[in-house]
T-cell receptor, first 112, second 115 residues
Framework: AQSVTQLGSHVSVSEGALVLLRCNYS??????LFWYVQYPNQGLQLLLK??????LVKGINGFEAEFKKSETSFHLTKPSAHMSDAAEYFC??????????FGSGTKLNVKP | GAVVSQHPSRVICKSGTSVKIECRSL??????MFWYRQFPKKSLMLMAT?????????EQGVEKDKFLINHASLTLSTLTVTSAHPEDSSFYIC???????????FGPGTRLTVT
């Protein structure tokens, strides 16, 4: 069975500061891992995905995530936050692109 | 490429009525479509999986007679909320997949409000 835990329902950073959003997963098979961003009243936009290739994955808008099997983690980072990054972020795990299991989401607030 | 649309984006209906939400894959054929429900301040929960031309598979706890799903073509799936009640108010998001090992692409969501 797959599951995702996102630590911290709310994260607040200053503009220009490092963004770190945590995601730990549980999977009985080699996982596919995803980060999505959701702006208010909109659907999900894919930021990046891990599909068993390089463990450091680069996505859109300057985000990246590193797959660490030993820690069962897939944390999302961005070196310098921008005001436009304020949104809700979801980590998801899938075993075969079929069922997606989403974390509870982390709302990122960026302070000027 | 890989665009999924939903219609309507927002709908308000009266309690007891039914409402249909459409999900379309605009530039690819979606053999499988998924319907999710997102409660306020909560994550997405998979409601059902539908394969073109066959009956949908519902997740545990989802009433199949209340949430009717039809996937009649490779580019269209519909979710009909029958006899809607205020507790059905939610954000419904669909996603579509091209084939067995392709990733899912998500629609923009439909905000349903039942008064």
């Amino acid at each position: 069975a797959q599951s995702v835990t996102q630590l911290g329902s709310h994260v607040s950073v200053s503009e220009g500061a490092l963004v770190l959003l945590r995601c730990n997963y549980s999977s009985s098979v080699p996982p596919y891992l995803f980060w999505y961003v959701q702006y208010p009243n909109q659907g999900l936009q894919l930021l990046l995905k891990y599909t068993s290739a390089a463990t450091l994955v680069k996505g859109i808008n300057g985000f990246e995530a590193e797959f660490k099997k030993s820690e069962t983690s897939f944390h999302l980072t961005k070196p310098s936050a921008h005001m436009s990054d304020a949104a809700e972020y979801f980590c998801a795990v899938s075993d075969n692109f079929n069922k997606f299991y989403f974390g509870s989401g982390t709302k990122l607030n960026v302070k000027p | 490429g890989a665009v999924v649309s939903q219609h309507p984006s927002r709908v308000i209906c009266k309690s007891g009525t039914s409402v249909k939400i459409e999900c379309r894959s605009l530039d690819f054929q979606a053999t499988t479509m998924f319907w999710y429900r997102q409660f306020p301040k909560k994550s997405l929960m998979l409601m059902a999986t539908s394969n073109e031309g066959s009956k949908a598979t519902y997740e545990q706890g989802v009433e199949k007679d209340k949430f009717l799903i039809n996937h009649a073509s490779l580019t269209l799936s519909t979710l009909t909320v029958t006899s809607a009640h205020p507790e059905d108010s939610s954000f419904y998001i669909c996603s579509a997949r091209q084939g067995g090992w392709y990733e899912q692409y998500f629609g923009p969501g439909t905000r349903l409000t039942v008064t």
